[in-house]
């Protein structure tokens, strides 16, 4: 079993433009690639977990997201980041839905457990609103980090990550 790094998206790998399905106003918040970089290097899954209430609102389409998904994961492993489709986890239902993927729901986080075999004991969560954390602690991830939206992670706030 492995740990994994579980990332928030908007707020934390990019920044936060409101429901952001558009490749044009994608943009990556400095230093996250090295962040992600270093813990994979460090023996951890980076899994990136998503609440996108902007499908279930109507704001965007599946497509839309899987579009931005796949420029994003191209611009990753470009970086030198080893990650597929399969590590990204996503909940496109609004909250009034009630469903058990969206955060602060632990499904997505228990749904990478599963399919990747991961120590929850061992993982972290690095989110940027208190539903991420939720999510983690009501997951069993051992470590969590609320970082400020669209600000870069220091070294320091993760402990030896």
């Known amino acids: 079993m492995r740990p ?3 990332l928030d998206r908007d707020g ?3 920044f936060d433009r409101g429901y952001l399905y558009r490749i044009e106003d994608f943009a990556f918040i400095p230093g996250i690639l090295e962040r992600i ?9 980076p899994v990136i977990v998503t609440n996108q209430s902007g499908i279930g ?9 899987e579009a931005l998904t796949a420029w994003m994961l191209e611009r990753m492993g470009e970086a030198g980041i080893e990650i597929e489709r399969s590590q990204v986890f996503y909940c496109p239902h ?8 969206r955060k602060p729901e632990p499904g997505m986080l228990l749904e990478a457990a599963k399919r990747f075999d991961l120590d929850l004991s061992r993982s972290w969560m690095i989110g940027d609103k208190a539903s991420d ?3 983690a ?4 991830v051992g470590h969590t980090l609320q970082v400020v939206t669209d600000q870069p992670i220091e070294a320091k706030e993760l402990h030896g990550l």
Request: include cysteine; aromatic fraction near 12%.
């Open 4 to 6: 994994a790094l579980f």
């Open 12 to 14: 934390v790998i990019n």
């Open 37 to 45: 970089l270093e813990a994979q290097r460090r023996g951890y899954l």
């Open 57 to 65: 609102r109507g704001y965007y389409r599946r497509e839309d997201f």
């Open 94 to 101: 609004t909250p009034e839905e009630g469903c058990r993927c």
């Open 133 to 135: 954390i939720q999510a």
């Open 137 to 140: 602690k009501a997951a069993g």
